[in-house]
């Protein structure tokens, strides 16, 4: 991410993200005390779920965490220069004929197919003294190894010249925690690491985590829950809010009750109304599918301690907030979209989506301010 793509000017800017640098270390320390001598480590793929991945490597490393997992080589090079002394780890495996670039930057790849353990395997005896892990599938079918691709590769000590320290696997549904698929993925588990008895193993992400001392093994893996996102569907959120998006009022506009607001005269004012036009829209990440319509409504807003709905359709580059009940409101005042007071999840949930997408899709034109550390 280039900051030439982030305005620098905060009075020139729609919309203002606020990431919470103390909000997010917190976090990670009150998942790091649930889990008692595990190791709590963090993920940070997705650009530190929009956070920033410079800024929350920085952040969580200070806080005390060892070990980042990141998705792609190019996101493990990025911490490396933050993190020099840290243990990092690329869920997405060992690319093609990318081994020496890992070793460059030390950077662990999580094996999980037979041609990637061949691969490292073809490294290490060439001299490679990098370090791996090694995913087996459980029950989700995305990565990770088929059990008995393990078992055979393990008959054939194969396992042995990789240098691995971790085992791992991934949990598909930990975020319903009554889910059998839970148990039935940490049986297999069980079973599977028996093949490499010595080697710390690893199944919870967040939810993980938050579902039960069972899960926690000898290391965790949360990314969501780091950055204040709901892990666990049914129970309330216990972690701290990370990032706050905020926009830009920049007219205050009466309507009477005969009228309509936005693209597609979606939405019908049953009321003389007063709407305050916000500066985000979907071109910012803020989702198109939390419109509101005439048939159901949409995401709100947070204005000095009201709630305003938006009114018709997200369009490119604006909203339309109802702030008839709320006194005050005015041409350059700032609105909350998601934050302290809408939880991200509420807005994705109006969407359609997880958190998970409107953290990490956060548009490039806010101005962004890390506060806290
Ligand atoms: C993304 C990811 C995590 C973190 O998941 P959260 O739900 O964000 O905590 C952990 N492990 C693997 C394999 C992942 O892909």
Same mark, same amino acid.
């Given at each position: 991410?280039?900051?030439?793509?982030?305005? @620098?000017?905060?009075?020139?800017?729609?919309?203002?993200?606020?990431?919470? %640098?103390?909000?997010?270390?917190?976090?990670?320390?009150?998942?790091?005390?649930? *889990?008692?001598?595990?190791?709590?480590? &963090?993920?940070?793929?997705?650009?530190?779920?929009?956070?920033?991945?410079?800024?929350? *490597?920085?952040?969580?490393?200070?806080?005390?965490?060892?070990?980042?997992? !990141?998705?792609?080589?190019?996101?493990?090079? =990025?911490? =490396?220069?933050?993190?020099?002394?840290?243990t990092i780890y690329v869920l997405n495996g060992l690319f093609e004929e990318a081994a020496t670039d890992?070793?460059?930057?030390? +950077?662990?790849?999580?094996?999980?197919?037979?041609?990637?353990?061949?691969?490292?395997?073809?490294? =290490?005896?060439?001299?490679?003294?990098?370090?791996?892990?090694?995913?087996?599938?459980?029950?989700?079918?995305?990565?990770?190894?088929?059990?008995?691709?393990?078992? $055979? +590769?393990?008959?054939?000590?194969?396992?042995?010249?990789?240098? %691995? *320290?971790? !085992?791992?696997?991934?949990? /598909?549904?930990?975020?319903?925690?009554?889910?059998?698929?839970?148990?039935?993925? %940490?049986?297999?588990?069980?079973?599977?690491?028996?093949?490499?008895?010595?080697?710390?193993?690893?199944?919870?992400?967040?939810?993980?985590?938050?579902?039960?001392?069972?899960?926690? +093994?000898?290391?965790? =893996?949360?990314?969501?829950?780091?950055?204040?996102?709901?892990?666990?569907?049914?129970?309330?959120?216990?972690?701290?809010?990370?990032?706050?998006? @905020? &926009?830009?009022?920049?007219?205050?506009? &009466?309507?009477?009750?005969?009228? $309509?607001?936005?693209?597609?005269?979606?939405?019908?004012?049953?009321?003389?109304?007063?709407? &305050?036009?916000?500066?985000?829209? #979907?071109?910012?990440? #803020?989702?198109?599918?939390?419109?509101?319509?005439?048939?159901?409504?949409?995401?709100?807003?947070?204005?000095?301690?009201?709630?305003?709905?938006?009114?018709?359709?997200?369009?490119?580059?604006?909203? /339309?907030?109802?702030? $008839?009940?709320?006194?005050?409101?005015?041409?350059?005042?700032?609105?909350?979209?998601?934050?302290?007071?809408?939880?991200?999840? @509420?807005?994705?949930?109006?969407?359609?989506?997880?958190?998970? @997408?409107?953290? $990490?899709?956060?548009?490039?034109?806010?101005?962004? *301010?890390?506060?806290?550390?």
């Open positions: 991410m280039g900051a030439a793509d982030i305005s @620098e000017k905060m009075h020139l800017a729609g919309g203002r993200l606020t990431v919470d %640098l103390t909000a997010l270390a917190d976090n990670w320390s009150s998942l790091d005390r649930r *889990t008692g001598q595990a190791v709590t480590a &963090a993920v940070v793929k997705g650009n530190g779920y929009g956070t920033g991945l410079e800024q929350a *490597t920085q952040a969580l490393a200070n806080a005390g965490c060892s070990t980042f997992f !990141v998705a792609l080589p190019d996101e493990g090079i =990025r911490v =490396r220069a933050i993190a020099p002394k840290t890992y070793a460059d930057a030390d +950077l662990r790849p999580v094996l999980s197919s037979v041609p990637e353990v061949e691969e490292w395997s073809a490294f =290490r005896r060439s001299g490679g003294t990098t370090k791996a892990a090694l995913h087996i599938d459980t029950g989700m079918n995305r990565l990770g190894m088929d059990v008995t691709d393990a078992a $055979t +590769l393990s008959e054939e000590n194969a396992f042995d010249n990789l240098g %691995l *320290t971790l !085992v791992m696997s991934h949990l /598909a549904c930990a975020d319903l925690p009554d889910h059998a698929h839970n148990r039935q993925q %940490l049986d297999r588990f069980h079973q599977a690491r028996a093949m490499l008895p010595d080697l710390p193993a690893s199944i919870a992400n967040s939810a993980g985590v938050l579902i039960g001392a069972d899960y926690h +093994l000898d290391l965790v =893996r949360p990314g969501i829950a780091l950055f204040g996102g709901d892990a666990v569907q049914g129970e309330p959120n216990p972690m701290r809010p990370v990032v706050t998006l @905020e &926009a830009r009022v920049l007219q205050v506009r &009466a309507a009477s009750h005969t009228e $309509t607001v936005g693209y597609g005269a979606a939405e019908s004012l049953d009321r003389a109304s007063l709407l &305050a036009i916000a500066a985000v829209g #979907y071109a910012d990440g #803020y989702p198109r599918h939390a419109s509101s319509s005439d048939e159901a409504s949409g995401g709100r807003a947070w204005i000095n301690g009201f709630s305003a709905p938006i009114v018709g359709r997200v369009s490119m580059d604006l909203i /339309a907030l109802d702030v $008839t009940d709320i006194p005050g409101i005015k041409r350059g005042d700032w609105v909350e979209l998601f934050g302290l007071n809408v939880p991200v999840d @509420e807005v994705a949930e109006r969407a359609d989506t997880i958190g998970y @997408e409107l953290l $990490t899709r956060i548009g490039q034109r806010h101005h962004r *301010t890390y506060v806290g550390e």
